[in-house]
């Protein structure tokens, strides 16, 4: 896998490469080749060598590194950030803004260390109205969600809705079990395990909160 961009700047998503639980090869693959900007976090350095990646930026404090030159076989950025106050995904999301990138799927997020996870989910959070982040991996892709929000999904898909914060008068149309004007937060009412009713647009709209939409398989 030594190449991608097949596509032009700007008209997919750039990929983030985190450090958490490496996905099928059949969804690196796909990703990789449609992304024109490959940015993998120095925790996840060895996994894209050994899987061959060809990546545009690396990019963290290299604590795992042990060096902040690391020699690549391919022409990269080097990027050392050693601010501790801020996560190498952080770091990396901010990168992408000062660049103008409106758009980027994060790879090996999820899975492994669950604290880096929750802490990826913050980031998420963190840039919801700067850039449209989606975090996927073999079985769910998650992202925060606009009020209005309208998207197709096929009957039978399985949605969640995942508050990370109080979500207030929450409606939806078109989900197995609707929520009428309805709260959700963390410890008390969730939106776990939803269904799409019908082939068709699904709608959401809230008053406040933050979101995330979960699209779950098994």
Same mark, same amino acid.
């Given at each position: ?22 996905? !099928?090869?059949? *969804? ?8 024109? !900007? ?24 290299? +604590? ?32 992408? *803004? ?16 669950? +604290?880096?996870?929750? !802490?990826? *989910? ?61 709260? *959700? ?21 809230? +008053? ?11």
């Amino acid at each position: 896998m030594s190449s991608h961009h097949f596509v032009k700047e700007g008209q997919e998503p750039a990929l983030v490469l985190a450090n958490g639980m490496p996905c !099928s090869i059949e *969804l690196l693959n796909q990703l990789v080749a449609w992304s024109p !900007s490959i940015m993998v976090l120095d925790g996840a350095y060895f996994k894209a060598m050994e899987r061959k990646i060809r990546f545009d930026i690396l990019l963290g404090d290299f +604590d795992s590194l042990g060096t902040t030159t690391p020699d690549l076989p391919f022409p990269a950025e080097i990027i050392h950030t050693p601010d501790q106050e801020k996560t190498d995904l952080q770091k990396g999301i901010e990168l992408l *803004l000062e660049r103008k990138t409106e758009a980027a799927n994060l790879l090996w997020a999820t899975g492994a260390r669950a +604290d880096h996870f929750m !802490s990826n *989910l913050n980031v998420m959070a963190k840039f919801r109205n700067d850039i449209t982040l989606k975090m996927i991996d073999d079985h769910s892709v998650i992202y925060p969600i606009k009020s209005p929000f309208k998207k197709y999904f096929q009957a039978g898909e399985n949605l969640s809705l995942i508050p990370l914060n109080a979500v207030a008068n929450i409606n939806t149309r078109n989900l197995q079990y609707e929520i009428y004007q309805g709260v *959700l937060e963390p410890g008390g009412r969730f939106g776990s395990s939803n269904k799409v009713k019908e082939s068709g647009l699904v709608e959401i709209t809230f +008053d406040r909160g933050i979101l995330l939409l979960m699209e779950c398989k098994d």
